[in-house]
């Protein structure tokens, strides 16, 4: 696991950046594993070949819908300092939308959603929080009950 004392000199802003504080911990129950819907959430930069990429502090998030070919996803995460080479070779390292589908076939999980979301993450968290409740909102429209959370 990468630690921010491990980080080059570059990496210093986000050091200094601070952790927000919220007032409550979300906690929904929800089905058994195998009747979940499942969405994932990614944090590597990733965007649909044609949409806008990302920029430096972009509080934003792209969305992957369900007909979205890995052929077709394009990472524009801003740091210099991310290896790109796992998702170069498979994009299943940073967004493995391909295992969740095999999960639902085994019948492990109910289902897969039919969108999915990426925001970049060398972004400073507080300036994301409105985003993240809309996108929690369009979770909530498509159904989805459990949602993997990707950290790049």
């Not at 929904?28 to 990302?54: I, N, Q, Y």
């Not at 070919?69 to 299943?92: C, I, K, P």
């Not at 095999?102 to 019948?107: I, N, Q």
Request: charged letters at 25%; glycine letters at 8%; one cysteine or more.
């Amino acid at each position: 696991m990468a630690r921010l004392e491990d980080m080059p000199e570059s990496a210093e802003h986000l050091r200094a950046l601070p952790c927000p504080e919220f007032d409550s911990t979300p906690w929904a129950e929800g089905p058994p594993v195998d009747r979940r819907r499942v969405a994932m959430v990614s944090t590597a930069g990733l965007h649909v070949r044609g949409d806008a990429p990302f920029s430096v502090m972009d509080a934003d998030y792209r969305v992957i819908g369900p007909n979205t070919a890995a052929d077709d996803l394009v990472m524009s995460h801003v740091s210099t300092n991310f290896d790109r080479t796992g998702f170069q070779q498979d994009v299943n390292i940073v967004f493995p939308l391909d295992r969740l589908h095999e999960l639902a076939d085994e019948g492990a999980i109910g289902s897969v959603a039919d969108y999915h979301y990426s925001f970049m993450g060398a972004t400073d968290p507080g300036e994301m929080v409105d985003t993240a409740r809309h996108v929690a909102g369009l979770l909530k429209g498509d159904r989805v009950t459990a949602v993997f959370l990707v950290p790049v």
